[in-house]
């Protein structure tokens, strides 16, 4: 049996909403998958709808996903409302797949129904637009069976 985690950062093409100060270097989405807690994919602090797309340029299957947020000082522990969205072409309507209204990371893994698609999409929505989105990890999983 082999490795469930998808190879995100290698296998596929990742767009994100923003990257704080336009620094996609220091602060883009490739730092989610590096194992440093201490790195993040940040956003632009006052953008209230914030995504990462992925393109796995083939369909894939997908079972879950699992993420977490750096410990920020401003606006830690806030709600958000995030949507995981799904679709196998670039011209099709979004389909949600998960809907949540939680702290960012605040359940360990997502368990969704085993999915095949081409594209993947994390919205996060925040109200306030006064504290960036900090990611630190970020993990999706094929489906176990």
Known sequence: MGCHILRCRNESKITPSSSKD???TLNG???LFDNN???VWDTNPKETLCFLEFDFG???DIGS???AQI???TGWNNFYKYELKVRNDEK???KTISSQFTCLGGLPVIELEPTKTRYFRLE???NSGKAPIQISELRIFKPLF
């Open 22 to 24: 336009d620094n996609s």
């Open 29 to 31: 989405p490739q730092n």
């Open 37 to 39: 807690a201490s790195t």
């Open 58 to 60: 083939k369909m894939t």
């Open 65 to 67: 996903l699992s993420f």
């Open 71 to 73: 410990g920020q000082k």
């Open 92 to 94: 099709s309507e979004w």
């Open 124 to 126: 996060i929505q925040t």
